[in-house]
């Protein structure tokens, strides 16, 4: 359902550099890719040219999503079509509740899809659940977006507006980091309620402790710009132990 062939992306504007070096990828329906790297390997730009920022310019290669060109479309119509990446509003919202926000994107994603708007009424059921599942404090959609939230609550915030909103292809970068071992956990059971054959899930970590927690189909490292090994849960588990020079060194010993 998703397919990334020799993607190559940059800053954008004159004298950007590049960051995307050729990235191939294909992500079956219904499964959990985790992608690992070092720091700067480009994972978050990534996750970033696949929601369509502006601040990256593609300059080669295709993302075809659900048999449609993603790269034709804005960051608006790529959510539309079902793709979210977490942490999509980080930025503080004053007066904007998160509520009000959240009631917006999913009419915006339903009638789209053909589907009714929700009202009042069943839009407060659906939050409801998933606060519980999330085990969020009730005061929480009163409060304005991102507002003065600890980096644990913008974390859990953002399971929470992903499985309000119903993705097709849900991006998550970095969703476990700084999360205490009880939020981990509560975040993860989220997360694996959401796994569905009609779901594909694309995690960004750095630690093996979420995989485990959540089981990915597929792991994947990025080194400089480009997916260098693709593997199963083990793989994690041997970067974990292992670190990854040991995989620069077979990538420098192919070239
Ligand atoms: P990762 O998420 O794997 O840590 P990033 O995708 O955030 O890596 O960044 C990859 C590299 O590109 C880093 O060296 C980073 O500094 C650089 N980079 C990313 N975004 C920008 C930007 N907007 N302007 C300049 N450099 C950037
Ligand atoms: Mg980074
Ligand atoms: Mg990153």
């Known amino acids: 359902m998703l397919e990334i062939k020799n993607l190559h992306a940059k800053v954008a504007g004159p004298n950007g550099r590049s960051i995307l070096k050729g990235v191939d990828l294909t992500i079956g329906r219904g499964q959990v890719h985790a992608v690992m790297g070092k720091n700067g390997s480009g994972k978050s730009t990534l996750a970033q040219v696949l929601m369509g920022r502006e601040a990256y310019e593609v300059t080669e290669g295709s993302i075809t999503f659900e048999g449609k060109d993603l790269l034709d479309m804005s960051a608006e119509e790529r959510a539309r079509e079902g793709v979210f990446l977490g942490f999509q509003y980080p930025v503080e919202i004053p007066g904007v509740s998160t509520s009000y926000f959240l009631k917006a994107a999913v009419n915006a994603t339903r009638k789209h899809k053909g589907l009714p ?109 480009r997916i260098v090994k693709s593997g199963g849960k083990d793989l994690a588990s041997e970067i974990e132990n292992r670190g990854y020079d040991w995989v620069e060194k077979e990538v420098a010993q192919l070239v």
Do not use: W
């Not at 980096?151 to 119903?166: I, W």
């Not at 097709?168 to 509560?186: H, P």
């Open 117 to 225: 708007e929700l009202d009042a009424a069943e839009f407060l059921k659906l939050v409801k659940s998933k606060m519980d599942l999330l085990k969020m404090d009730k005061s929480f959609m009163n409060r304005a977006v991102n507002e003065g939230f600890s980096g644990g609550e913008k974390k859990r915030n953002e399971v929470f507006q992903m499985a309000v909103c119903d993705p097709t292809l849900c991006l998550m970068d970095e969703t476990d980091s700084g999360l205490d071992i009880d939020a981990l956990r509560t975040v993860s059971n989220c997360i694996n309620t959401l796994r569905s054959p009609q779901r594909t899930i694309v995690l960004v970590t750095h630690h093996e402790r979420f995989l485990n927690l959540i089981e990915p189909d597929h792991v994947h490292v990025m080194l400089e710009g």
